[in-house]
């Protein structure tokens, strides 16, 4: 991939997005295209074909989603599944149509069955029923997905697709009602420190395992794989570690200095009991992730401070 390659990476504003900017910046890509939303509405097919008419990308990032945690997935799930496909189809039609070089498509680890063999190799998914509580975002994601994989059989496009696990870092969604669950704890427990409260309620049982990946290492890894992975197959992004959601909780709750107690409320969901990438695959390709969990909460937690006013209100 030339250093003076147009690459357009959708979805720049978010947690995804802005990492893979700021990574490829970092390695000296300059002819970087970006639209917010306001700019490009990706569900408007016309609108996205105009839009590649004028600037032809040479390259594309597809980071563009709605997410949102375990509320948000349950509460509206036509959205997340119209919106997902709609922005995914427009995306990927019109890269193969203005003959884009190369497409990186990023799911989510939520693609693969709740009960799914762990760790998750790539060749469990399809393989057995979805986490009720993310199924629409999932079964969008598996689409786009395998829209890269038919549009590679079919045509020879060189669209590949990468699948994170949880991710966390810089410029993440910390509002209660539809976060997810590392930077909802983190606003949580910040806040009854400074308000000074005896307890936190946190949702669930406490007991699922769970994977998390700092951001940052999230987009170098998928720099990596545009510049040097072409194959049919998706790839898992991870660490290939895990930690129960008590214990995360009881990290975040150090890290942020929180001396009361942690409650747990059973009545809520607690969503996949267990959910681990099998990143042998990027490790045989030569990636490893760099940042641990208890300095990427550190890293995250001083990020948040320093923009807590963005959040106030929310």
């Not at 890894?221 to 998706?234: D, I, P, R, T, W």
């Not at 641990?292 to 006013?309: H, P, R, S, T």
Request: proline share 4%.
């Amino acid at each position: 991939m030339e250093k003076s390659a147009k690459i357009y990476v959708a979805g720049h504003r978010g947690l995804v997005g802005s990492a893979i900017v700021r990574n490829l910046e970092v390695k000296g890509y300059r002819n970087i295209v970006t639209r917010t939303h306001k700019e490009l509405d990706l569900t408007e097919q016309a609108d996205v074909r105009a839009f590649f008419e004028e600037e032809r990308p040479e390259y594309v990032v597809l980071a563009a989603a709605k997410v949102g945690g375990i509320g948000a997935n349950h509460s509206m799930p036509a959205e997340f599944a119209w919106e997902n496909m709609q922005i995914q189809c427009n995306v990927i039609k019109c890269a193969h149509d203005y003959q884009v070089k190369k497409l990186l498509f990023l799911g989510s680890s939520c693609i693969y069955p709740r009960l799914a063999p762990q760790p998750i190799r790539e060749e469990a998914l399809l393989t057995g029923p979805l986490e009720e509580t993310n199924e629409a975002y999932a079964i969008a994601k598996i689409s786009g997905l395998e829209m890269c994989r038919f549009f590679k059989k079919q045509y020879g496009d060189d669209f590949i697709s990468c699948m994170p696990t949880n991710l966390y870092g810089p410029y993440d969604n910390y509002d209660l009602n539809n976060s997810h669950v590392l930077p909802a704890m983190l606003r949580k427990f910040h806040e009854a420190k400074e308000k000074q409260e005896k307890t936190v309620t946190l949702w669930g049982s406490g007991k699922p395992l769970r994977e998390f990946l700092y951001v940052d290492d999230m987009a170098d890894a998928c720099v990596f794989l545009l510049e040097n992975y072409s194959g049919e197959q998706h790839v898992n992004i991870g660490t290939g570690k895990e930690l129960s959601i008590r214990e995360l909780a009881e990290l975040i709750q150090r890290t942020v200095g929180f001396e009361g107690e942690i409650l747990w409320d059973t009545d809520k969901p607690d969503g996949t009991p267990r959910k681990l990438t099998d990143v042998t695959k990027l490790h045989e390709l030569g990636w490893f992730h760099k940042v641990e969990l208890e300095e990427g909460v550190q890293l995250a937690y001083d990020w948040f401070k320093d923009n807590i006013d963005s959040f106030r209100g929310m």
